[in-house]
């Protein structure tokens, strides 16, 4: 990597590489619109060529196409291996098949539990989020969950507002089973605009900082508002290299901003 690439790109880039390096080849990854769906591309662009990419709705992919707009577009159907349904794809969840679920999320704690719902009392809330969509169903019956979204003190909570997407819930053992969720599942990676968290024990744990773009170990405590753990052999990420963003921008980035600008919400290239 040049100076000037390690000048150039964004934390928003730094969340999507590391969060396509989630993926491994022959991966089944369920993903939504937004940060996880250029996780995905990337990473099929790029090292897990093999993976299949199911969508909410039932469109299902082996091979390459456009990163969409929504869920459900004329190049993100076109040539799919199928177009089948919600419905379709939730039995596949359910049965133990969609190996890797993405989510983006409005608060998370540290037990992994999402909160998509509201900010408050439910019944009358300081804010209200659109709600779970199929955030639950990839949470609850995924194998593993990778979670994405910007870190601060009014997100990253000890105890979330509302649990709509379960993680570990209270912490203790087997309370997935109790439920009535697979056994061992459940979310197993955070990652955010200042580092990458893991589990231990059912817990958030810190494995690395984005120290390369100027993050450091007190900014992440000083946005996290529990006792956060540290993972004894806390490292630096790994900063994007060549070919990840070669990849980001020539397949990712260019569109998502020409896709703003005919919006007329133009917006930081994100470099």
Known sequence: ???????????????????????KDNDIVYVGVGLPMQAA???????AP?????????????????????????????????LSGLF????????????????????????G????????????PIHRWPGSGGGNDIMSWCTRTIVIL????????????????PGYLDGRPGRRE??????????????TNLGIYGFEDREMVLKSVHTDIGVTLEKVKEETSWDLKIASDLKDTEPPNDEELRIFREKIEWVVAARARMRGRIQPSGR
Do not use: W
């Open 1 to 23: 990597m040049t100076q000037d690439d390690k000048k150039n790109y964004s934390a928003t880039i730094q969340m999507v590489v590391s969060a396509a390096r989630e993926i």
């Open 41 to 47: 591309l990337l990473a099929k662009n790029n090292h």
């Open 50 to 82: 093999n993976c299949v990419i199911v969508i909410e709705n039932g469109i299902v992919r082996s091979n390459l196409f456009p990163i969409p707009a929504a869920t459900d577009t004329l190049g993100s159907q076109s040539f799919a291996d199928q």
């Open 88 to 111: 379709h794809v939730m039995n596949l969840g359910q049965a133990g098949h969609l190996k890797t679920g993405f989510l983006g999320a409005g608060q998370v704690d540290r037990f």
């Open 113 to 124: 539990n999402l909160n998509d719902t509201c900010v408050g009392d439910y019944r009358n």
């Open 150 to 165: 910007e870190q601060d003190k009014r997100r990253f909570l000890e105890k979330v507002d509302f649990i709509t997407c």
């Open 178 to 191: 109790e439920i009535g969720l697979r056994p061992n599942t459940g979310p197993t990676a955070v990652i």
